[in-house]
């Protein structure tokens, strides 16, 4: 019966927006019933897209290709370039997105799809807008200020979790005292080596200096040399540059895949105890720990008082960049709550309000997706938002220079340099 739900559902969807589907012709060609998904979802992310179309296939005959790449960033715009673009694109960077809308590379969806009618936060709708047109339906969300933890190793040695940024500290230089590392770090992830540093940076800005500046930063009103930016680059310094705070120091932040990083909070004993990262993390711990228990989560405290502790999140977003009546179709589909429902249950974190948090696996996942949805303040990955050849350009080599020696003010020099005119 699973079949005949998810098929009356999607001809709803077709009847809504005036894309009703019809019966495959004879004579249609196999590129007209195929959607063609370049993106940059690979390994387990890959299984849980093909298993979130499935539905869609099963009652369209629309063939799905997805092709996951871990260079999406720099494959994209090669292919848009040469003629050769996917008929949708999932983008780990907004700003991405909006470049190919200014190159004329994107398709408006709210040609076909209403945006009011979406069952997603304004927010969420702007986010996915350039110039006021629709261009994005978002997958999933990825809070970004968490932290992971190892509840048994925590209650071992006794160590409770910090309410401030101070306390933060505090519980660091204890840690250091008794001879352990707090901090897990890697930066190291192929093409994209350094966004890990800058997402350090972004939480650490939007908590000290607030949202407001923090706008004004992303949008380029204030420059990288700016003071609220510097000293956010450097607090993460004092961090990521301390040969006893972070496993292997400052080289080993540059060269341990991010993948690979959280690992050592599960060693026996832990090689270190607190790791900054997204939730998608969870896709590169460990096999059979038990949430909660041997793995647990909170929310980074804010630098600043002042700021209660605010939000930063990422994204993946789907675009089209062909316009056919199947990809149309596609992205309908993908904006209801069907395939949201299955990435969901299979652990990813959705801003689409047509999903029950009961639909999440387990307490862990609920309660990333609570903190996502209870912030009073979020702010969306400001690297992801930049042109990309600041936000995943010069933003990320600079930050694997600056773990790797170079003076800072050189830096943020070098970054403010490459911002388009």
Same mark, same amino acid.
């Given at each position: 019966?699973?079949?005949?739900?998810?098929? =009356?559902?999607?001809?709803?969807?077709?009847?809504?927006?005036?894309?009703?589907?019809?019966?495959?012709?004879?004579?249609?060609?196999?590129?007209?019933?195929?959607?063609?998904?370049?993106?940059?979802?690979? %390994?387990?992310?890959?299984?849980?897209?093909?298993?979130?179309?499935?539905?869609?296939?099963?009652?369209?005959?629309?063939? +799905?290709?997805?092709?996951?790449?871990?260079?999406?960033?720099?494959?994209?715009?090669?292919? !848009?370039?040469?003629?050769?673009?996917?008929?949708?694109?999932?983008?780990?960077?907004?700003?991405?997105?909006?470049?190919? +809308?200014?190159?004329?590379?994107? !398709?408006?969806?709210?040609?076909?799809?209403?945006?009011?009618?979406?069952? @997603?936060?304004?927010?969420?709708?702007?986010?996915?807008? &350039?110039?006021?047109?629709? @261009?994005?339906? /978002?997958?999933?969300?990825?809070?970004?200020?968490?932290?992971?933890?190892?509840?048994?190793?925590?209650?071992?040695?006794?160590?409770?979790?910090?309410?401030?940024?101070?306390? *933060?500290?505090?519980?660091?230089?204890?840690?250091?005292?008794?001879?352990?590392?707090? /901090?897990?770090? %890697?930066?190291?992830?192929?093409?994209?080596? %350094? /966004?890990?540093?800058?997402? /350090?940076?972004?939480?650490? *800005?939007?908590?000290?200096? %607030?949202?407001?500046?923090?706008?004004?930063?992303?949008?380029?009103?204030?420059?990288?040399?700016?003071?609220?930016?510097?000293?956010?680059?450097?607090?993460?310094?004092?961090?990521?540059?301390?040969?006893?705070?972070? &496993?292997?120091?400052?080289?080993?932040?540059?060269?341990?895949?991010?993948?690979?990083?959280?690992? =050592?909070?599960?060693?026996?004993?832990?090689?270190?105890?607190?790791?900054?990262?997204?939730?998608?993390?969870?896709?590169?711990?460990?096999?059979?720990?038990?949430?909660?228990?041997? +793995?647990?989560?909170?929310?980074?405290?804010?630098?600043?008082?002042?700021?209660?502790?605010p939000l930063l999140t990422g994204g993946i977003v789907f675009g089209m960049l062909n316009d056919?009546?199947?990809?149309?179709?596609?992205?309908?589909? *993908?904006?209801?709550?069907?395939?949201?429902?299955?990435?969901?249950?299979?652990?990813?974190?959705?801003?689409?309000?047509?999903?029950? *948090?009961? !639909?999440?696996?387990?307490?862990?996942?609920?309660?990333?997706?609570?903190?996502?949805?209870?912030?009073?303040?979020?702010?969306?990955?400001?690297?992801?938002?930049?042109?990309?050849?600041?936000?995943?350009?010069?933003?990320?080599?600079?930050?694997?220079?600056?773990?790797?020696?170079?003076?800072?003010?050189? +830096?943020?020099?070098?970054?403010?340099?490459?911002?388009?005119?």
């Amino acid at each position: 019966m699973k079949f005949l739900v998810t098929a =009356a559902t999607l001809s709803l969807i077709f009847v809504s927006t005036g894309c009703q589907p019809e019966p495959a012709a004879d004579t249609a060609s196999e590129a007209e019933q195929t959607v063609t998904i370049l993106g940059s979802l690979t %390994g387990v992310g890959e299984e849980i897209m093909a298993a979130a179309v499935a539905p869609f296939t099963e009652a369209t005959g629309i063939r +799905v290709i997805y092709e996951g790449t871990d260079a999406f960033a720099t494959v994209l715009p090669i292919r !848009v370039a040469g003629g050769d673009k996917p008929d949708i694109a999932l983008f780990p960077q907004p700003g991405l997105m909006a470049d190919l +809308v200014q190159d004329g590379a994107m !398709v408006p969806l709210d040609s076909f799809i209403e945006p009011s009618a979406l069952a @997603y936060a304004p927010d969420w709708i702007e986010l996915g807008s &350039v110039s006021d047109r629709l @261009y994005g339906i /978002w997958m999933r969300a990825d809070p970004k200020s968490l932290v992971w933890y190892n509840p048994q190793a925590f209650e071992a040695a006794g160590y409770e979790i910090p309410q401030t940024w101070d306390q *933060l500290m505090q519980l660091s230089e204890q840690m250091v005292a008794e001879g352990n590392t707090p /901090w897990c770090m %890697g930066m190291e992830s192929g093409d994209a080596t %350094g /966004w890990v540093g800058t997402d /350090w940076v972004e939480n650490i *800005l939007l908590s000290s200096a %607030g949202p407001a500046v923090y706008d004004q930063w992303v949008n380029h009103e204030i420059p990288f040399t700016a003071e609220p930016v510097r000293q956010a680059a450097e607090t993460f310094g004092d961090i990521a540059l301390n040969p006893d705070y972070v &496993v292997g120091g400052p080289t080993g932040v540059i060269s341990i895949p991010f993948g690979d990083s959280p690992a =050592a909070l599960f060693d026996d004993p832990p090689g270190c105890y607190l790791h900054r990262q997204a939730s998608f993390i969870a896709d590169f711990l460990p096999a059979g720990l038990e949430p909660g228990e041997d +793995v647990s989560v909170f929310l980074l405290p804010s630098v600043n008082p002042e700021f209660e502790a605010p939000l930063l999140t990422g994204g993946i977003v789907f675009g089209m960049l062909n316009d056919t009546p199947a990809a149309r179709q596609l992205m309908t589909y *993908l904006a209801t709550a069907v395939p949201h429902e299955i990435w969901a249950a299979r652990g990813y974190i959705t801003p689409h309000q047509g999903v029950s *948090l009961s !639909v999440y696996p387990s307490d862990l996942v609920r309660q990333e997706a609570e903190i996502l949805a209870n912030a009073q303040t979020i702010r969306f990955d400001g690297s992801d938002l930049m042109p990309a050849a600041v936000g995943t350009g010069t933003f990320w080599t600079g930050m694997v220079d600056y773990i790797g020696g170079e003076d800072l003010d050189t +830096v943020l020099q070098t970054i403010e340099a490459s911002w388009p005119e």
